[in-house]
């Protein structure tokens, strides 16, 4: 792998043999950013797909989930020295032509963590989990789920810490260990495509949402108190 731009895309994939090379494709024809695909322990030919289309693999040995997967990018990512990190999914909803405009307000230093926000293609259950998670956390934040970002260096350094790995901290904790550190966090509104296949791992049932919404509630309250103790060194150390 070439590590000569300061700008890379981590796409945490877990059994996505089907969309990983034709997103991978779609980004090199976009973009000439570095490219990794996490491989989340799956048990069909997403890696061999990957390595195929020409991204970086990282496999893990074992299922440990879409967050696990994504710090895994991001800590390889600190130890390469990239200054900017972008998040896309592996199902063939974010749409790399948007990846510019996310961006941009890192370059500009307007912001430290830009979302790429579309809030209408919440369902009902999504639509009710960011609703109820607005009013309980106060995260000023339309799209909470959205796994399209992008980070600058010092969100990342926070986000690769012992700190960050707490808990499931895919969408929710993020945010809210984001704001914890006062890093900026905007919003961009981006287009999304449908799944290209299969349904989301978290809102495809309500009882999936409801153990989705039951972590995040607990997250939320330890949050506030003991489980994350405020630090003078808000990026801290990757151990």
């Given at each position: 792998?070439?590590?000569?731009?300061?700008?890379?895309?981590?796409?945490?994939?877990?059994?996505?043999?089907?969309?990983?090379?034709?997103i991978i494709h779609q980004i090199r024809a976009t973009?000439?950013?570095?490219?990794?695909?996490?491989?989340?322990?799956?048990?069909?030919?997403?890696?061999?797909?990957?390595?195929?289309?020409?991204?970086?693999?990282?496999?893990?040995?074992?299922?440990?989930?879409?967050?696990?997967?994504?710090?895994?990018?991001?800590?390889?990512?600190?130890?390469?020295?990239?200054?900017?990190?972008?998040?896309?999914?592996?199902?063939?909803?974010?749409?790399?032509?948007?990846?510019?405009?996310?961006?941009?307000?890192?370059?500009?230093?307007a912001a430290d963590v830009v979302i790429g926000s579309?809030?209408?293609?919440?369902?009902?259950?999504?639509?009710?989990?960011?609703?109820?998670?607005?009013?309980?956390?106060?995260?000023?934040?339309?799209?909470?789920?959205?796994?399209?970002?992008?980070?600058?260096?010092?969100?990342?350094?926070?986000?690769?810490?012992?700190?960050?790995?707490?808990?499931?901290?895919?969408?929710?904790?993020?945010?809210?260990?984001?704001?914890?550190?006062?890093?900026?966090?905007?919003?961009?509104?981006?287009?999304?495509?449908?799944?290209?296949?299969?349904?989301?791992?978290?809102?495809?049932?309500?009882?999936?949402?409801?153990?989705?919404?039951?972590?995040?509630?607990?997250?939320?309250?330890?949050?506030?108190?003991?489980?994350?103790?405020?630090?003078?060194?808000?990026?801290?150390?990757?151990?």
């Open positions: 792998m070439n590590f000569l731009s300061d700008t890379v895309v981590v796409i945490p994939a877990w059994n996505e043999e089907k969309t990983i090379k034709g973009t000439t950013y570095d490219i990794i695909v996490v491989d989340d322990a799956s048990t069909d030919h997403t890696a061999e797909e990957a390595m195929v289309a020409g991204a970086h693999v990282l496999p893990l040995a074992f299922n440990l989930g879409a967050w696990v997967a994504t710090q895994t990018g991001i800590r390889y990512a600190v130890k390469k020295r990239y200054k900017y990190l972008i998040t896309m999914d592996a199902d063939g909803q974010h749409l790399p032509t948007a990846i510019p405009g996310l961006l941009k307000p890192l370059w500009d230093g579309c809030v209408k293609r919440g369902s009902r259950a999504r639509m009710l989990a960011w609703s109820f998670f607005r009013r309980l956390t106060g995260l000023d934040i339309n799209d909470l789920t959205s796994g399209f970002k992008a980070y600058n260096l010092q969100a990342l350094l926070l986000l690769a810490t012992n700190q960050a790995s707490l808990l499931e901290y895919q969408d929710i904790g993020v945010l809210l260990l984001l704001r914890r550190a006062k890093m900026r966090i905007m919003e961009v509104e981006v287009p999304m495509c449908p799944r290209e296949s299969g349904s989301s791992k978290i809102f495809g049932s309500w009882i999936k949402v409801g153990q989705y919404m039951l972590l995040n509630i607990i997250l939320s309250l330890s949050h506030a108190t003991f489980f994350f103790p405020r630090s003078n060194n808000s990026a801290g150390e990757i151990e």
